[in-house]
């Protein structure tokens, strides 16, 4: 994986550059007028897309920026109900997940006692997942417990969903894992 690495010479540079926008302002020099400027450069010609942040479930809504293809630019919608046009850290961080070149984009597979990552294909790796789950689930199902009571559950597979996981994922997914028998389904979604 690429990784980008910041040279000490090149983080000096950076800072100094930081530090000169900091002295001016604290010079008193406003740069919004500057600042304002070079965002409408930036969304010359580009075409806004509403959209929702991937992130959590408070949903807040964002507008994407896009020209030549590209996404130029991602920021909160002034329209939304929900988040006037503010982003949280994370949310405002969006278009920097999109262009980061350390984004992770294939599926990495280690091995049982490996200690390297392979790139393997998505549907590979999917069936690979439902082997695993229909043999744990096969092997550990339980009908009765021990004192006679039906049972009819797997005590040793949990399923943990993510905040961006919406009602209609939702109902499926506890449809299928408690289908299977599986009892301890969390989410890590606390809002
Ligand atoms: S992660 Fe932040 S910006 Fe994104 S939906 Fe949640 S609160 Fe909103």
């Not at 540079?13 to 304002?36: C, E, K, N, T, Y």
């Not at 439902?130 to 797997?154: H, I, L, N, P, W």
């Not at 289908?179 to 969390?186: D, F, N, S, T």
């Amino acid at each position: 994986m690429d990784r980008v690495v910041l040279s000490r010479r090149g983080f000096l540079r950076l800072s100094a550059g930081g530090a000169a926008l900091g002295g001016l302002a604290a010079l008193g020099v406003d740069l919004r007028p500057a600042i304002v400027r070079a965002q409408a450069l930036r969304l010359q010609n580009a075409k806004p897309y509403p959209s929702v942040c991937p992130y959590c479930a408070v949903g807040c809504d964002t507008v994407v920026w896009s020209a030549n293809d590209q996404i130029v630019n991602v920021e909160g919608d002034l329209r939304s109900p929900i988040n006037h046009g503010n982003l949280c850290p994370k949310g405002a961080a969006i278009y920097q997940l999109h262009v980061n070149p350390n984004r992770v984009t294939d599926v990495l597979y280690r091995a049982p006692g490996g200690d390297s990552w392979q790139k393997i294909d998505l549907d590979k790796a999917l069936d690979m997942v439902a082997d695993r789950v229909k043999k744990t689930r096969d092997a550990t199902f339980v009908e009765k417990s021990d004192d006679g009571k039906t049972q009819m559950s797997s005590l040793e597979i949990f399923s943990l969903g993510g905040a961006t996981i919406d009602n209609e994922w939702n109902h499926l997914q506890q449809k299928l894992l408690r289908g299977l028998g599986i009892v301890a389904i969390e989410n890590q979604a606390r809002i």
